[in-house]
């Protein structure tokens, strides 16, 4: 039997390869990006031209839940993907969503949080308004970048959309691609546009709102002065920022989760329901029901 001696310098490299692996945590999730930038910039948006293949989504219900499956394919038009900004391909998706039938209010608004969709089109795109993008790269830090304060380049299209690393075509802001297909008015109740996790409706720019057709108007307004600096981010509050932002009883005519009561063609005894609106917070922040769990896409 031949014996493979190994040398002592081989050897010891071995060692210290060996200890440097047991180290590693190969399960850690990647790094998310570092930013120290602040100020808003005009967002520069992708021209919605291209196909993103057939489009298939089926509304049903199911006891007391309302059911969406599709395959998170838009009927609309698309920008470019991948592009500079976000180098992602659009991919058929499995959507299987749930959400009561019959909605009800929690003690409480809960606000929305990383990891959940809001809502879902009727399209079964899916609405998810928050970007993983923090000062310094850290969720702790307390400053999370709007998605739509063009700070931070995402490749949105013109429907303020773009595709997360699975594939996963999503909504950052008003999908007017959809609303041009809906045959959207400003001279009626806005179409029904989709279901937020928790069974209300959604519907975009406009309404019966206190008894007559209005523009739907936000609640929030950017704060006055200065943010703190030092080891967060300094500058005027000018809505880089998620943080930037206040609500403001009284300032629109919609509440703390963009929403009233409305009645529309869906709802003619009438119902509470979010607005998608022009200004922050575009798609609402918090529920005001208890939202259904298939919405959760990710552990933060």
Avoid at 3 to 9: E, G, L, Q, T, Y
Avoid at 106 to 114: C, D, E, G, V
Avoid at 185 to 200: I, M, N, Q
Avoid at 271 to 276: D, K, S
Wanted: proline share 7%.
């Amino acid at each position: 039997m031949i014996k493979r001696i190994i040398p002592a310098a081989a050897l010891s490299f071995l060692i210290i390869a060996i200890l440097v692996y047991q180290t590693l945590d190969i399960s850690a999730k990647p790094r998310l990006r570092y930013h120290e930038v602040t100020g808003v910039k005009p967002l520069s948006l992708l021209s919605a031209t291209k196909s993103a293949g057939q489009s298939k989504a089926r509304i049903g219900s199911s006891g007391t839940q309302r059911t969406l499956s599709g395959n998170g394919i838009p009927a609309h038009q698309v920008g470019a993907f991948p592009n500079p900004g976000n180098p992602n391909s659009i991919a058929a998706q499995t959507v299987t969503l749930r959400m009561p039938m019959q909605p009800k209010f929690a003690a409480q608004p809960r606000a929305l949080s990383f990891g959940w969709n809001f809502g879902v089109s009727v399209e079964g795109v899916v609405f998810d308004p928050l970007a993983a993008e923090f000062w310094h790269g850290d969720p702790q830090s307390g400053w999370s970048f709007n998605a739509l304060g063009g700070t931070i380049a995402l490749g949105l299209d013109e429907n303020y959309a773009h595709v997360q690393p699975t594939g996963s075509y999503h909504y950052h802001g008003i999908p007017f691609g959809l609303l041009e297909l809906a045959d959207w008015s400003d001279e009626t109740h806005s179409p029904l546009v989709g279901y937020a996790a928790d069974g209300f409706p959604i519907y975009a720019l406009n309404g019966i709102i206190d008894g007559a057709l209005a523009t739907a108007r936000a609640s929030y307004q950017l704060k006055s002065g200065q943010r703190p600096g030092g080891d967060q981010p300094g500058g005027a509050y000018d809505g880089t920022f998620l943080e930037d932002f206040e609500y403001v009883e009284g300032a629109g005519n919609l509440d703390q989760c963009n929403g009233a009561w409305t009645v529309s063609a869906e709802f003619p005894s009438g119902t509470y329901a979010y607005f998608l609106t022009r200004d922050y917070p575009v798609i609402p922040r918090c529920f005001k029901g208890t939202p259904d769990d298939s919405f959760r896409f990710a552990q933060r």
